[in-house]
Structure formats: C-alpha cells, structure tokens
C-alpha cells in the first residue's frame, strides 16, 4: 500500500465553471457586484437575477466558485471532496431547505445523518478506564458508558449521571465562557477528555477566554443518537457542492469572474460600474486602510494523505475528532465515506488551525467582538449611503453555519429588495 502525504494547496483544481471568465470586462455596467462567491454572494446573485431580474456581476479572487464549499472529484482516486474542509449541511429552517431545493438543475440533496468520534486516550483522565477509546461525539449513552465502563441504558439513567457531574452555571448570569458552557453540560472529566485540549488547538486560546456560544454548539444527548446534529433536514447534494453552486449562479443576467480580486478593481467597481455593491469578504480588509487594529481569525492548514489501493476505510467515521494532546491536529476527514462512495483508493485530511492564512473562523472572544462593533458601525455608516451591503461569515464576523449564512442572505436580500423596488423574495 502507497500512502503519498501532501498539502491540500498542492491540489491542481480541475477546470470546473466554464461559463465563468477570468477578466473583468470594464465596458459592461451591473446593477449589482458582488464580491465572493460564495453562499451569501450566491444567494445575493440568484435573487437579484431571478426577482429583480436585474444583471450581477460575482467576482471572487480564487479560480472556483462556491467559497469554502467548493469541492471536486480528485482525479487520482475519483472521489468527491471539498478543497477546505468537510461541509455538513443541516437545517430546521424550512425557508432555507425550502430554498436550497428551489432550483430543479441543480443536484437533488441526499440524506446524509453526519457521526463523527472522537478518539479519547482515558489513561489521562480521572475515572476513565485505561486504554484508547473511540466514542460518539457529541456526548450520548455510549460515549460515557465505554468511558467510564458503565452500563447506562436509559434517558432517565443518563439524566441521573448527568446530574451527578454537571457544574451548572451562575443562575443569574448563566454561562460566561467556553469552559462553564461545556462544564454545565457534560461535567469536568469528559470537560477535559473533549473540550479543554480540543479547544486550546482549535483557537489557540483556552475556553475560558472563548464566548460560551463556541462550545455551546456541541450538544450532550441523554440517549443513544448518534448524529452530530439534530436537525431536521441533514443532506449533501449528490453530486457535490460545486454542481450546486453552478447552477444556482448558471443564469444569462449573471456574470461570473474567478481569479480576480476586488481591490484591484476598486476604483472602476465603487465608480458607475456597479449601482450596488455586496461585500462578503472580510469586513476589516475593507476598511484596512483606516488605521484600525485587525480582527483576528483562525485559519486550517490540511495534510492531505493519499492510500492508494485501499478499498475500506482508514477511520471508523467520515470525521473523527482528535481532542487529546497526543497530536497537533485537531481532526482527520475521510471524504470517501460521504454517500458512501465506492472507490478503490482513500483520501484522509487533518486539520490543524493557526493564526496565519485565509480566514475561516471568525474568533468569538471579548476583544474581537468588541473591535467589530467598530467596524459594523463603519459599515453601517457605508451601507447607509445606499450602495453597500455587507454579508456572511466573514463581513458580519459571525461564526454562522452553512443554513444561517443562507437565511441571513436571503433576509438582507428581502431588505435591500424592499428598499429598491418596494417588494421582497419568498
Ligand atoms: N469542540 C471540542 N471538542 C470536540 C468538538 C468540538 O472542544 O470534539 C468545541 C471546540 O471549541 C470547537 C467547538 O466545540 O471549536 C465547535 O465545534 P464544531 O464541531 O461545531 O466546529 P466546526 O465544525 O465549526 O469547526
């Protein structure tokens, strides 16, 4: 068995939007430019060209539409997978399931109930058994009883276990970090087997210094289900991200232009060339010339392996977390599991974060949500002039998930078309 280890930048994007260019033609006029191809910019395009019936112009400084959630089919091994981490779409919202269904060409979404385990080393912890375990995350029945070698089978049996080690947070001013966040849920072993180290590699900050809403994100199930999410409508589109994406933005009143930043156009963009600009990068590269200090942000770096001729699998789960301190990395995605694709190859990425590199996360912690209220006065200000909106992840500095980026899009959507023409989307 061949295992070749690389970098994910190392990956030679496959040609993919051909309907797309890569020059920006400054002869053309739009009513609406939008800066990022991703969700919100998606959403933003696909509205304003099927509603408004107006033309778009996306223009997005990588080769690929689809933001973070491009992906492709790697050619050495033929299996679909995200260039920028695994993308698990879930939702309760019936306007976003509703929407993401919306477009006919586009891929039909197949059910997909993401697991993921992690992999627990319990000689570290007090009252674990001894020995390497690998466990449901978020925590359920079975994760404690292999844990701590018990023999748990009911709701009202795990409650009572529950209760015996939670640390319920002030009644008054509920919880005040990351730490209290997941100590209230799960107590203060399975606090340090999974949260503490996971959450020091993961930010770089301990979870005391980290907004409780971070950890708040991972659930503690008193029963035995084993989904990472609970969401009504958990689906991958079958045959990628990207295929969706395409189709989404596949309409003759939208213009597409990859490998072309924004700020070299600036000048033509903020000029007569575009009546309304969507702004959906980074809200401080925005205002970068203003003498403010920086937010900050976590970046991932992948180490890619390749195992070739190896027709199972390497983990025991699409993702399996690594919470421990035995390594760096934080997680390994096996993207082969994902609607159980057949291939007699394998394609393991782990992830590791740092402080350098594009942004993925913004980081919720006192000191930047403090600075981006500056910056979301600034904006305002802008948008208040009546050719700015500022969207997504990066440009309201929100650590959103794929369907609240996509709610978000579609209400601002509502707003601004309320304000030009006096109606809104459905
Ligand atoms: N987390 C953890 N251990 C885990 C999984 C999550 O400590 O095994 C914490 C960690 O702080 C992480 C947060 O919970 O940043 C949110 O996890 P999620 O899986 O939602 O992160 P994402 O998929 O957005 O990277």
């Known amino acids: 068995k061949f295992v070749e280890i690389g970098d994910s930048s190392e990956n030679e994007l496959p040609p993919g939007c051909d309907y797309a260019s890569t020059k920006l033609d400054y002869s053309k006029t739009y009513d609406t430019c939008i800066v990022g191809a991703g969700l919100s910019g998606t959403v933003f395009a696909e509205r304003t060209a ?53 477009n006919p060409q586009a891929p039909r979404w197949n059910p997909w109930y993401h697991q993921k385990f992690g992999r627990i080393n319990g000689n570290l912890y007090e ?11 978020p925590v ?29 947070c002030d009644a008054v001013k509920g919880c005040q970090n990351a730490e209290e966040m997941a100590k209230s849920r799960v107590g203060e072993a399975l606090y340090k087997a999974i949260f503490e180290t996971y959450t020091i590699k993961q930010w770089d900050r301990s979870p005391k210094d980290m907004n409780a809403s971070v950890t708040a994100r991972i659930p503690v199930r008193s029963d035995f289900d084993p989904r ?49 600009i969507v702004y959906t990068g980074p809200v401080d590269r925005y205002f970068a010339d203003q003498g403010m200090e920086k937010l900050q942000y ?15 699998y390497i983990l025991p789960t699409p993702v399996l977390n690594y919470p421990g ?34 942004p993925y996360y913004p980081i919720p912690n006192p000191r930047n949500l403090a600075l981006y209220e500056k910056y979301k006065q600034m904006a305002d200000d802008l948008e208040q002039q009546g050719k700015f909106i500022f969207v997504g992840r990066l440009a309201n500095y929100k ?3 794929m369907d609240k980026a996509l709610l978000n899009a579609l209400q601002l959507f509502d707003l601004h078309a309320n304000k030009t023409t006096g109606g809104g989307s459905t």
Request: hydrophobic share 30%.
């Open 50 to 102: 099927n509603l408004l019936k107006k033309n778009v112009l996306v223009i997005d400084s990588r080769p690929h539409i689809g933001g973070n959630c491009y992906d492709f089919v790697d050619q050495k091994t033929g299996i679909l997978r995200n260039q920028y981490g695994s993308h698990l779409f879930h939702t309760k919202i019936q306007r976003v399931w509703d929407y993401v269904n919306s």
């Open 228 to 276: 990472y999410f609970a969401d009504k409508w958990q689906a991958l589109p079958s045959n990628g991200y990207t295929a969706w994406f395409e189709a989404m933005l596949k309409h003759p009143l939208i213009d597409v232009v990859l490998e072309t930043d924004f700020f070299d156009h600036q000048q033509h963009l903020e000029g007569p060339a575009c009546k309304t």
């Open 140 to 168: 359920n029945i079975l994760t404690v009883n292999r844990l701590f070698g018990l023999h748990i089978q009911t709701e009202e049996e795990m409650n009572e276990w529950l209760k015996t080690v939670q640390i319920p």
């Open 325 to 358: 301190p035995e390594t760096p990395y934080t997680r390994a995605i096996e993207y082969k599991h994902y609607l159980h694709q057949e291939s007699p190859h394998s394609i393991v990425v782990k992830e590791t974060t740092s402080d350098e590199g594009e």
């Open 399 to 401: 650590y959103f998930d």
């Open 127 to 137: 009252g674990m058994l001894n020995g390497t375990f690998y466990v449901p995350i």
């Open 298 to 312: 976590r970046s991932i770096t992948f180490t890619e392996e390749r195992h070739y001729q190896t027709p199972g």
